[in-house]
C-alpha cells in the first residue's frame, strides 16, 4: 500500500509518500479501505516528536488518529461490521506507528462505527477524534438543561464540534471566542461570538449580564484563555481544558479523546441527523500531507482540514 510515512522527527519535510507492507490485521479488527484522514494538531506533535515521552513511536511512522472508509476484511472475532461497511473513527493505539495518512488500516472495533449515509466521507473524517474530544470533556464538567458554557477558540476544529454538541446537551446559551472573520460562522451555529485577548473578561460579563458569569469554560488553546477562566465561571470545577494540565492547579479537569464506542455511535447519530455538522476547511490528496501540515501549523483554520485518499 502506499502511506505518508516517516523515518525521523521533524519539520513537515519528513513527511514522505512511501510503498509499505498491507497492514495484517488481528483477529479482532477491521481492515479498513481509506477514504478520508482527518488532520489533527495531534498529528504535528506527533511527527516532531512530542509524544515520544509518553507513548512508544516506531519507525517507518505513518501518522493519523482519524479515518474514514470502506471495510475490505474483518477479523473472525468481530461483531458489528461486514465487509463493505462504510465506517469511521478514532484510531489511537497505544504504540505510534500504523497511523490513517494511508491506503489501508487495521482498525479497532472500538475506535470504529458506522458512517451516517449522509455524510461526505471528508466529513465523517474529520469528526471521530474532534467530536470525541470535544462530548468527553463536555459531560466531564456535566453540561446539561439550562447552563451557559464558553468555548475558547471556537471556530477551530474541536471548538466548533463543542459548541454544537453542547446546545445537543441541553445548553441554554453558548458563547465563542474567535477573531472577528469567524464571528459570522459561529452565529451560523448557534453560537454568540466574543473577541479574545485581554478584554475578554470584561467583554463576556457585558454579553452575559447579571452577575457576568458563565456555567462552564471549554478551553481549547491554553495560556491566557485558560488563565482567564476562573474569573468567568461560578465554579471553577467546571472549567475543563483539552490542551492544558494546568487546569488541575485551578481546580478544572483535564480532558483527552477515548476511542469509545458508544461515543462514536452518538456522534454519528448526531452528525447523521445534522444535529452536528463537521465544517471541511480544506482537503489536500493524501500525497500533499506536508501542505496540510503546513496550512493547520498557520492556526487560522475553520473547522477541519482533511486529507483525501
Request: net charge negative; hydrophobic share 45%.
Given at each position: 500500500?502506499?502511506?505518508?510515512?516517516?523515518?525521523?522527527?521533524?519539520?513537515?519535510?519528513?513527511?514522505?509518500?512511501?510503498?509499505?507492507?498491507?497492514?495484517?490485521?488481528?483477529?479482532?479488527?477491521?481492515?479498513?479501505?481509506?477514504?478520508?484522514?482527518?488532520?489533527?494538531?495531534?498529528?504535528?506533535?506527533?511527527?516532531?516528536?512530542?509524544?515520544?515521552?509518553?507513548?512508544?513511536?516506531?519507525?517507518?511512522?505513518?501518522?493519523?488518529?482519524?479515518v474514514a472508509g470502506v471495510v475490505r476484511a474483518v477479523g473472525p472475532a468481530v461483531d458489528g461490521f461486514a465487509v463493505g461497511d462504510e465506517v469511521f473513527g478514532y484510531q489511537r493505539k497505544d504504540h505510534v506507528q500504523h497511523?490513517?495518512?494511508?491506503?489501508?488500516?487495521?482498525?479497532?472495533?472500538?475506535?470504529?462505527?458506522?458512517?451516517?449515509?449522509?455524510?461526505?466521507?471528508?466529513?465523517?473524517?474529520?469528526?471521530?477524534?474532534?467530536?470525541?474530544?470535544?462530548?468527553?470533556?463536555?459531560?466531564?464538567?456535566?453540561?446539561?438543561?439550562?447552563?451557559?458554557?464558553?468555548?475558547?477558540?471556537?471556530?477551530?476544529?474541536?471548538?466548533?464540534?463543542?459548541?454544537?454538541?453542547?446546545?445537543?446537551?441541553?445548553?441554554?446559551?453558548?458563547?465563542?471566542?474567535?477573531?472577528?472573520?469567524?464571528?459570522?460562522?459561529?452565529?451560523?451555529?448557534?453560537?454568540?461570538?466574543?473577541?479574545?485577548?485581554?478584554?475578554?473578561?470584561?467583554?463576556?460579563?457585558?454579553?452575559?449580564?447579571?452577575?457576568?458569569?458563565?456555567?462552564?469554560?471549554?478551553?481549547?488553546?491554553?495560556?491566557?484563555?485558560?488563565?482567564?477562566?476562573?474569573?468567568?465561571?461560578?465554579?471553577?470545577?467546571?472549567?475543563?481544558?483539552?490542551?492544558d494540565t494546568n487546569v488541575l492547579e485551578l481546580g478544572g479537569r483535564y480532558a483527552y479523546a477515548k476511542p469509545v464506542r458508544a461515543d462514536l455511535d452518538w456522534l454519528a447519530e448526531q452528525a447523521g441527523s445534522g444535529a452536528?455538522?463537521?465544517?471541511?476547511?480544506?482537503?489536500?490528496?493524501?500525497?500533499?500531507?506536508?501542505?496540510?501540515?503546513?496550512?493547520?501549523?498557520?492556526?487560522?483554520?475553520?473547522?477541519?482540514?482533511?486529507?483525501?485518499?
Amino acid at each position: 500500500m502506499k502511506a505518508i510515512a516517516q523515518t525521523e522527527f521533524g519539520d513537515a519535510d519528513v513527511l514522505v509518500m512511501r510503498e509499505l507492507p498491507d497492514p495484517p490485521i488481528a483477529l479482532d479488527q477491521v481492515l479498513v479501505e481509506v477514504r478520508a484522514a482527518g488532520v489533527n494538531p495531534v498529528d504535528r506533535l506527533v511527527r516532531m516528536g512530542y509524544v515520544a515521552s509518553t507513548t512508544p513511536c516506531h519507525f517507518p511512522l505513518i501518522p493519523g488518529w482519524d479515518v474514514a472508509g470502506v471495510v475490505r476484511a474483518v477479523g473472525p472475532a468481530v461483531d458489528g461490521f461486514a465487509v463493505g461497511d462504510e465506517v469511521f473513527g478514532y484510531q489511537r493505539k497505544d504504540h505510534v506507528q500504523h497511523g490513517t495518512y494511508a491506503q489501508l488500516v487495521a482498525a479497532t472495533e472500538r475506535g470504529l462505527a458506522h458512517k451516517p449515509a449522509s455524510l461526505s466521507f471528508e466529513e465523517a473524517g474529520g469528526l471521530a477524534l474532534t467530536g470525541l474530544t470535544a462530548l468527553q470533556a463536555l459531560r466531564k464538567v456535566g453540561v446539561s438543561s439550562g447552563d451557559t458554557v464558553l468555548v475558547h477558540a471556537a471556530a477551530g476544529g474541536v471548538g466548533h464540534l463543542a459548541v454544537q454538541v453542547a446546545r445537543v446537551l441541553g445548553a441554554s446559551r453558548v458563547i465563542g471566542t474567535a477573531s472577528p472573520r469567524n464571528h459570522d460562522f459561529l452565529r451560523s451555529l448557534g453560537v454568540e461570538p466574543v473577541s479574545y485577548g485581554d478584554a475578554l473578561v470584561n467583554n463576556v460579563a457585558e454579553l452575559v449580564g447579571g452577575d457576568g458569569k458563565v456555567d462552564v469554560a471549554f478551553d481549547c488553546v491554553g495560556g491566557a484563555a485558560l488563565n482567564d477562566s476562573p474569573a468567568l465561571v461560578r465554579d471553577p470545577a467546571r472549567i475543563v481544558s483539552i490542551v492544558d494540565t494546568n487546569v488541575l492547579e485551578l481546580g478544572g479537569r483535564y480532558a483527552y479523546a477515548k476511542p469509545v464506542r458508544a461515543d462514536l455511535d452518538w456522534l454519528a447519530e448526531q452528525a447523521g441527523s445534522g444535529a452536528v455538522k463537521v465544517e471541511v476547511q480544506q482537503t489536500f490528496p493524501l500525497e500533499q500531507a506536508a501542505d496540510a501540515h503546513r496550512l493547520l501549523e498557520g492556526r487560522h483554520v475553520r473547522g477541519k482540514v482533511v486529507l483525501t485518499v
